[in-house]
């Protein structure tokens, strides 16, 4: 394990992705996709390929394999309301209850970073209690740039008036690592979820790999 105060300041706050990071929903969000897919009469992909668009915007993915504004527009609506029908099927991750439950009681500064529209987004945390629990949710409609632009991310920073040494973003793919390095936050790699790919992450090289939830909270007390 690397010593993080070696080379920062003791940490302050964390962001976080959200599917596949605080929610099991990538299995989920899969059938939905390839619904959506063949209602424009496209084959379905894999779960493995379409994780490796996600962290972008639903509607930013249609688009780019479609290559056709109004077929991406039907698929993303049809998506979307798969996904809404489906928000009760969504839980969260073994052991991230614990660990918000933590970081609430130490009063540690919480955000979230995440490829979502923002109704998705709360349409899945109201649910499960923890929306109250983030300073900031920003959501893929809220910047112009889809990660791994680290755009959301620093405008994230920016509203928890948090310096990017002082943070760590913790997610589950490239793109979250890739995004947690232009912005200069500490990025640690999330592998709990079944679809994520220690061999992808670790092409990143994130500061940290980590196999629970409960990592997170060592992590920061170590930073301190």
């Known amino acids: 394990m690397k010593n993080l105060t070696a080379n920062r300041p003791p940490l302050k706050g964390i962001i976080f992705d959200f599917d ?3 929610v ?38 249609f688009f780019q394999l479609l290559k056709d504004d109004q077929r991406a527009k039907t698929a993303f609506s049809a ?26 009681k130490a009063q540690i500064p919480l955000g979230i970073v995440t490829g979502r529209h923002q109704d998705d987004l709360e ?3 109201e649910p499960h209690g923890i929306k109250d629990l983030f300073q900031v949710l920003i959501a893929d409609n809220q910047v112009k740039n889809s990660k791994p632009h680290p755009e959301g991310l620093l405008l994230a920073l920016e509203k928890m ?22 912005a200069g936050t500490l990025s640690v790699g999330a592998l709990w979820d079944s679809l994520a790919s220690l061999d992808a992450l670790s092409l990143e090289q994130p500061d940290h790999l980590i196999q629970t939830p ?8 170590e930073s301190r």
């Open 20 to 22: 596949g990071t605080l």
């Open 24 to 61: 099991d929903s990538l299995v989920n969000a899969t059938e939905c996709f390839n619904e959506a897919l063949l209602l424009c009469r496209e084959a379905p992909r894999t779960a493995e390929e379409i994780k490796k668009h996600f962290g972008t915007g639903a509607d930013r993915i």
């Open 79 to 104: 998506y979307k309301q798969r996904m809404r029908d489906r928000a009760h099927q969504i839980f969260l991750h073994e052991g991230v209850s614990d660990l918000l439950g933590q970081l609430q």
């Open 123 to 125: 349409i899945v945390l």
């Open 161 to 182: 008036k948090l310096d990017p040494q002082e943070t760590m973003y913790v997610g589950d793919s490239t793109v979250d690592i890739q995004a947690a390095k232009a």
């Open 214 to 221: 409960s990592e997170i909270w060592t992590l920061f007390n």
